[in-house]
């Protein structure tokens, strides 16, 4: 960052702008100051390295790094974000104004007793996830292998708590900062797995899905389907009106993803070529943004990922650039690395399976940094919080109590006037068999997000 612009700013706009010491600017410290400072903070602010820029500076200024300018607010930097390369790391964790805090430091004249930047860096750029882990079933970095899970501070958008500790640290002695104005926000994403429970998916599955009702006697099943092919009764998992009169009703601004996939053990969705299949995709992109939601099989393979994005281009007819991975299976950096490639700009497959929370730690989006490469990416993340799944097939949750831990992640994101994002599929939204009533629990999330 150029000193002459620093100097422009300090002899202009010394009123309007923070201007922050560091030891070494390093792409690191550029990357987590742009998000904390630029994105969730919204205040201008400029990094830099030269001491006497920073000493002649009258305006509002603190220094990040081992050690202080005489009296000058000093936030103690530890050694993460001026280093390269991934290490393991030694992370201990302890309360700070009643939440979890990581990277202790231990100046006694430190603004905070831990690296609120190192410790944002290290949850929103999942360091944890490049280093050796035990993979679940699926292989991937599931919720308990985590620091924040197994130290009870998942549930917790920390990033953004302790930005908003900053932020009232800074306001404290320069009451003339000005920050920006956030709203909460919510947005409703719907994962289409399987479009229709029974049509469109040819003689030799349905007669195969007969079988399996039989086995495990679940002959009301095998009526319904029957009924449904039959046309006598509506498919369950066309709940699409459902969704469509909620949207309306309460303003909502939606985006499913589709998958589109060769039929496998994971990827089971209505045939590509099926026309009512296409024609319900394109109705949907009338009314709602529409994604690519990645195969199973996709997750290793970029010629595969590049042919259904391609599939759903030509359905559209226009540009695929919003993804989230089937079974949300994440893999560090190359599944990112596969959609940079590909060209998608923005995924939401930021979240764990088997518990509900923040996995990166903040509940906004944010620009995926390969820590591999050491660079930032233009690829946005958008992170969910909570899946119907989660809490019924993961944690054995009743609606009731289901509803009541959706309440408190959406209390905890207002708090911090964040982006509350859930993730609900189609078929759980039937009212039918294993999800009799969930619809319920989505309508009543609903108005709770948006305040009625």
């Known amino acids: 960052m150029a000193d002459a612009k620093i100097i422009t700013f300090a002899t202009i706009d010394i009123v309007f702008m923070i201007l ?20 969730l903070l919204e205040t201008k602010y400029e990094l830099t390295s030269n001491a006497d820029i920073y000493l002649a500076f009258a305006g509002a200024k603190f220094t990040y790094s081992h050690r202080r300018f005489g009296n000058e607010m000093f936030f103690q930097s530890c050694d993460l974000l001026f280093k390269t390369g991934i290490e393991g790391q030694e992370i201990g964790t302890f309360l700070f104004d009643k939440n ?33 882990f035990i993979r679940d079933r699926f292989g991937r970095f599931d919720a308990p292998e985590s620091l924040s899970s197994k130290n009870g501070f998942l549930r917790k958008p920390l990033v953004n708590i302790w930005t908003e500790k900053i932020k009232g640290i ?81 303003d909502l601004q939606p985006v499913y993803f589709i998958l589109l996939a060769n ?48 599939k759903l281009s030509k359905i ?20 990112y690395r596969n959609l940079i490639n590909l060209d998608i700009t923005d995924d939401y497959t930021m979240g764990y399976a088997s518990e509900p929370g923040f996995r990166a730690g903040i509940c906004d989006p944010f620009y995926f940094y390969d820590l591999d490469l050491e660079t930032e990416t233009n690829l946005r993340i958008h992170p969910f919080q909570v899946m119907e ?64």
């Open 20 to 39: 922050i010491y560091t030891h070494k600017i390093t792409k690191r410290v550029k990357y987590i100051f742009k998000l904390l400072f630029g994105q």
């Open 170 to 250: 800074l306001l404290k002695k320069n009451p003339e900062i000005k920050f920006g104005q956030r709203q909460f926000k919510f947005t409703p994403t719907i994962d289409i797995d399987s479009a229709f429970a029974y049509k469109n998916k040819g003689t030799v599955r349905n007669i195969g899905g007969i079988l399996a009702a039989l086995t495990k006697f679940n002959f009301s099943g095998i009526i319904e389907r029957l009924l449904v092919l039959a046309g006598l009764q509506k498919d369950p998992f066309d709940t699409y009106t459902f969704q469509l009169q909620l949207q309306k009703k309460y």
């Open 100 to 132: 979890k805090a990581i990277f202790p430091v231990y100046h006694p004249d430190s603004a905070m007793p831990f690296d609120p930047f190192a410790a944002s860096f290290f949850l929103v750029t999942r360091y944890e996830e490049y280093l050796p």
């Open 316 to 335: 559209l007819n226009r540009e695929i650039t919003q993804s989230r991975q089937h079974f949300l299976k994440l893999c560090f950096p190359s599944t």
């Open 389 to 452: 799944g989660t809490l019924k097939d993961y944690m054995y949750k009743n609606r009731e109590q289901s509803l009541e831990i959706i309440k408190m992640l959406i209390d905890e994101v207002k708090a911090v006037n964040g982006t509350f994002v859930s993730l609900w599929h189609n078929e759980s939204l039937s009212n039918s068999q294993r999800w009799k009533g969930w619809h319920e629990v989505y309508t009543d999330m609903v108005m709770y997000a948006v305040g009625e």
């Open 263 to 310: 039929y496998g053990k994971y990827d089971k969705n209505v045939p590509v070529n099926s026309r009512q299949f296409q024609t319900l995709i394109k109705s949907l992109a009338d009314y709602a943004q529409v994604g690519i939601h990645p195969s199973f099989a996709s997750n290793t393979n970029l010629n595969t990922l590049k042919t259904e994005i391609q």
